[in-house]
């Protein structure tokens, strides 16, 4: 059985301010025991985050990293050693806002996948279609690229201690959630996929559900055999709503 993991993916929101109110407003989800919680604010908050989740059981994590394990003269980068050194224990990795407004590619999301184990983080890798490759019935052949990307020169056993997440990109920021069928669909691919190299991986692996989650549809999403989880963007920003995902998830 796999215990469900519950992220909040904070974007590039908050001041110090806010971020004090949301993690006030977080600490009774934090506390109870009803699903592996990991917070991704941005970086400038990371320092404040790890501070407050001291004494709970909730993990942190960065939303981005160097391609290079260790530190050096690369401006404006963060090294995986210093996301370590900072309390992170997570890298969220190949979030489609990267790979699409950022140009970000496969080849690079596989170095800063190395960089991150190396440095002794574990990665949650978001594969995902846009609306025009879901119309073109390309969705899964468009997933199964994107992990093969990882899978062919890594290897399976990089996902030992990964977890995936799969955000169809229509459905991020757009209130419409993909349908517990269509998400539960591409979750087993992804599970197949895996189980092609590695059954006990295939089996262990947590694959998390992204794309306009919310209190009102986190029950029936999680309750997919293959769904062990979600990746929250918008309705993480809201304490209550994002409690309420994090109890959802006991149910499942
Ligand atoms: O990383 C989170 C996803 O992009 C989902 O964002 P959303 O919940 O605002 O749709």
């Not at 304490?239 to 995902?245: C, H, K, L």
Request: charged letters at 15%; one cysteine or more; proline letters at 3%.
């Amino acid at each position: 059985m796999r215990r469900p993991l519950v992220a909040a993916n904070w974007k590039m929101h908050g001041t110090r301010e806010s971020v004090n109110a949301l993690l006030a407003g977080l600490f009774q989800p934090l506390s109870t025991d009803c699903a592996d919680i990991l917070l991704f604010p941005a970086y400038l908050h990371i320092g404040q985050v790890a501070k407050a989740l001291t004494g709970t059981t909730a993990a942190l994590g960065a939303q981005n990293c160097a391609e290079q394990a260790e530190e050096g003269a690369l401006t404006g980068e963060i090294a995986p050693c210093q996301l370590k050194d900072a309390g992170c224990h997570w890298v969220l990795l190949g979030h489609s806002e990267r790979r699409l407004q950022l140009g970000e590619t496969d080849a690079q999301i596989v170095r800063k996948f190395a960089a991150a184990q190396s440095a002794g983080l574990r990665p949650l890798l978001c594969v995902g279609e846009t609306q025009s490759q879901r119309e073109a019935g390309e969705t899964l052949k468009v997933v199964t690229q994107q992990l093969s990307a990882v899978i062919d020169v890594l290897g399976i056993d990089a996902f030992a201690q990964a977890a995936l997440a799969y955000e169809p990109v229509w459905a991020i920021g757009s209130g419409l959630s993909a349908s517990p069928e269509q998400a539960q669909e591409v979750h087993a691919a992804i599970r197949t996929q895996l189980a092609g190299y590695s059954a006990e991986i295939a089996k262990k692996v947590r694959i998390l559900y992204g794309g306009s989650v919310k209190a009102a549809n986190a029950a029936e999403l999680f309750a997919m055999q293959d769904i062990d989880g979600g990746l929250v963007g918008g309705a993480s920003l809201n304490a209550q709503e994002f409690g309420a995902i994090c109890r959802a998830a006991l149910g499942s």
